[in-house]
């Protein structure tokens, strides 16, 4: 089965085996949860952009008018967790 995407996390449903019943094979799934969602993703490469551009100009890249595209696209709460991710590439926790 394909992957639904959850809030920030991806659900997919894995198969926990078969029972047998009468001749008639049943299955049976566990939903798992990751981390790797389209979104989270997506936040993250935002904010690799904005942290490179911001190094190259060193001008302000979180405009008012940025916040609102980004609040609006990417949810509620997604320019603090831009941010997160920008003070990380500039502390070198990710590249």
């Known amino acids: 089965m394909a992957p639904t995407e959850c809030a920030l996390h991806t659900v997919s ?42 190094e190259s100009t060193e001008k302000k890249v979180l405009t008012p008018e940025r916040i609102k595209f980004i609040e609006r696209t990417y949810a509620a709460g997604s320019v603090d967790r831009v941010r997160n991710y920008m003070a990380m590439f500039k502390n070198g926790e990710m590249e």
């Open 13 to 54: 449903l894995v198969r926990n085996g078969t029972d047998q019943k009468k001749g008639a094979q049943m299955a049976s799934y566990v939903m798992e949860y990751s981390e790797v969602g389209d979104r989270a993703q997506l936040e993250r490469a935002l904010a690799r952009e904005l942290y490179r551009t911001w």
